[in-house]
Structures are given as C-alpha cells and as structure tokens.
C-alpha cells in the first residue's frame, strides 16, 4: 500500500494517519450531507459510484495490470446478478441467504472467466477484444432467450422482487434500524458498498504488490521477455481473467440485490465499454487513478442531466434534447482528456513517464518510489 503513497505521506507517517482519519470522516458524513443538499436520489447514485468502483478494479486487473483488453466484462457482472436474482427471488421459490449467494456468485463468475480466458491465450489486441466483445453479446443474448423451453432467466422481461440483503434479521430495504437509529435503504447500501469497496482496494493493493502482480505487470509490457523470465504466461493470464471476473461477479450480487430487479438490458455492451472508460480515463493500472475515474463517469452524467432545465432558465425553452446534448458534452469531454492527458487524470508515475517522457512533474523521487514498488 505504501507504494501508491505520495512521496511526502511516507517521509511522515502523522501526515499519512492524519489523511486517512480526515477521509474516512468525510466518507461517513458523505451521505448525510448529499441527502441534506442534493436529496435522496443523489445518495442512490453514491451507491452506484462505489458499485462501479469495484467493477472498475476488477477491470483494471486483466487491463491495467495484465494489458489484456477485455471488451466483454458485463458478462460477469451479469453472471453475478443473475445468480443472485434467480437464488434469491419468487421465480423458482428459493430464498437463499446473502452471505451465501455474494461468494457463490464470484465463484460463478470466476469459472466463467476461466472458460473465456482459455481459448483467448494465444490472442492479443484487436483480436482479444473482438473475441471478448462477442463473449459478453453471447451472455446477454443467452439470458434474453432461456425463457424456453425451461425458463430459467424469464427472457426479456426479467427477474424481480429480488431479496433485498439482510443484515441479520433486518433487510436493507427500505429501512433498517440500528442502535435504535432507523437508517434509509439508501443509507445503509452505501455503507455496506464503502466496506466491500475498501476491502476490494485492499486486495487490489495487495495483488498489485504480489509476485503475481509483478508477472501481470511484466507480461503487459513484453510478454516474450516475460517469458524469457520463465513467467508461466498461460496460468498468470488466466488467473487475471478469474480474478477480474470474481469482482464482476460480487458487484453484480450487489446490484441485483440493490435494484430488486434485473433484466438482459442493464448489461449491454455499453455499460462494458463505460466500465472501460473509468479504467482508461481515471489512470491504467494505478489503483486510485481508476476509483478517480469510476467516481466521475458515475456523477458526471447525473450532473449533466440539469441541462434541460438550465436551457428553460436561460432560453424560456428547451432548445436541444437533453438526454442527446447530455450524451455530446459526456462525449466531448472524454475526447478532451484523451487529447490533453492521455495517460489518464491520476496515472502512475510510470505511465506518465512513459506518455511524457518531458514532464518535469515527474520526479525523481517518484522515480525511487516506482522502483521500490517493483522490488
């Protein structure tokens, strides 16, 4: 963890105590505070910040650490839900625990990650892509059709009442109460999505600091020198692929259970090509560069929603389709970062070397601190 520490956090450890006690303040009010000024809804989309914060992780592990470029995540995540929703809903009567079925889930979604990782070791670029983009239609065209004969996903019309998580005898919906303090469903989702967040960034941490982390990390940048090493490219590329997708699978249990209700239509290849833009945007393989990003592409397209009622304020009107003018300026902005920061809005000092190679912020203590991190 140490690594991915600034400079000056290290050189006083009181500074680095002090930092995380003031963030993990602000992360327990965070709530309170948007539901004061901005309502209810906007705790909701907090909730889905630190859903897609976790599947962004387990993305960046089979890109950002691994280089393997993987167009077919939604496919976990839908493996996830789906797991879920059917385990725990009316549809065939079986009301399994929480506990139970968010473990389950990653297992499912880690053995289907195997099974797509081992036909794809020999691919590479374009065609990896390609091959994981049909991976994740092929998934979300299964789960649309297995209506019949047997229906197993409903088809189109999905899955509801899906259980809400209990935390003992208690669901989370709509309301629990705690220590006598009833606290929203909203309210409670969050903090329960804060830890599983936190202990994925611990693990995150922890993998990219690894042996494995080091060989992911090698066969990224060359893998014929990688296995020159005498690095088993095979079984290091598939673990990626497993443990990406348990991620995906865990943030899928969460979000059947958070929504209540899933269909084939939450896991189009957009929402895989979203999650991709978060890893890429955010910083590739930096660890809090990718939370940086899975946050703003999360918030940001909530936030442009106001342009409708800006453009009646201004105009007496609505001038251009807000959900389309909505769409070009999210469009316009990623096009811009890519232009003007290409390495990502919170890179590693390493990617950022690499993209600018000029660049007198990179230090040369950030220099020592890579090369310390890669011992």
């Not at 839900?81 to 139970?100: N, Q």
């Not at 990219?208 to 990390?217: E, K, L, P, T």
């Not at 000092?349 to 230090?363: G, N």
Request: hydrophobic fraction near 55%.
């Amino acid at each position: 963890m140490n690594a991915v520490l600034p400079e000056r956090w290290r050189a006083n450890p009181r500074l680095a105590w002090a930092s995380y006690a003031v963030l993990g303040i602000v992360l327990t009010v965070l709530p309170f505070v948007v539901d004061w000024g901005m309502g209810r809804t906007w705790v909701r989309i907090l909730d889905f910040a630190l859903l897609y914060v976790m599947l962004a992780l387990g993305l960046n592990i089979v890109v950002g650490f691994a280089g393997l470029l993987d167009l077919g995540y939604v496919a976990f995540y839908a493996v996830g839900a789906y797991f879920y929703a059917i385990l725990a809903s009316p549809h065939f009567d079986i009301h399994l625990p929480f506990w139970l079925l968010l473990p389950g889930g990653a297992l499912i979604a880690c053995v289907f990650g195997v099974l797509l990782g081992a036909p794809t070791l020999r691919l590479r670029g374009d065609y990896l892509a390609i091959v994981t983009l049909g991976f994740g239609e092929i998934i979300r065209i299964f789960l649309n059709n297995l209506n019949a004969p047997f229906n197993l996903t409903n088809g189109p019309q999905g899955i509801n009442l899906i259980d809400p998580i209990r935390i003992g005898e208690s669901p989370l919906n709509p309301a629990v109460d705690i220590f006598g303090y009833t606290l929203s469903g909203a309210h409670a989702h969050y903090y329960l999505f804060l830890a599983l967040t936190l202990l994925t960034i611990f693990i995150a941490l922890r993998l990219q600091g690894s042996r494995i982390g080091r060989a992911w990390v090698a066969i990224r940048e060359d893998e014929v020198a990688a296995v020159a090493m005498g690095i088993d490219t095979r079984n290091v590329k598939l673990l990626a692929f497993a443990m990406g997708a348990t991620f995906g699978g865990v943030g899928g249990g969460l979000f059947a259970a958070f929504q209540g209700f899933v269909s084939p239509e939450s896991f189009t290849l957009m929402e895989s090509i979203m999650i991709l833009c978060m890893v890429v945007l955010g910083g590739m393989g930096h660890i809090p560069g990718v939370v940086l990003g899975a946050v703003l592409l999360t918030v940001l397209p909530e936030l442009l929603r106001y342009i409708g009622p800006l453009q009646d304020a201004l105009f007496g009107r609505v001038v251009v389709d807000p959900s389309d003018l909505r769409m070009l300026l999210f469009g316009m902005a990623l096009v811009l970062v890519m232009i003007f920061r290409p390495e990502g809005l919170w890179p590693s000092p390493r990617r950022a070397r690499e993209l600018r190679p000029d660049d007198p912020d990179t230090t040369h203590h950030e220099q020592e601190s890579l090369y310390d991190a890669r011992r």
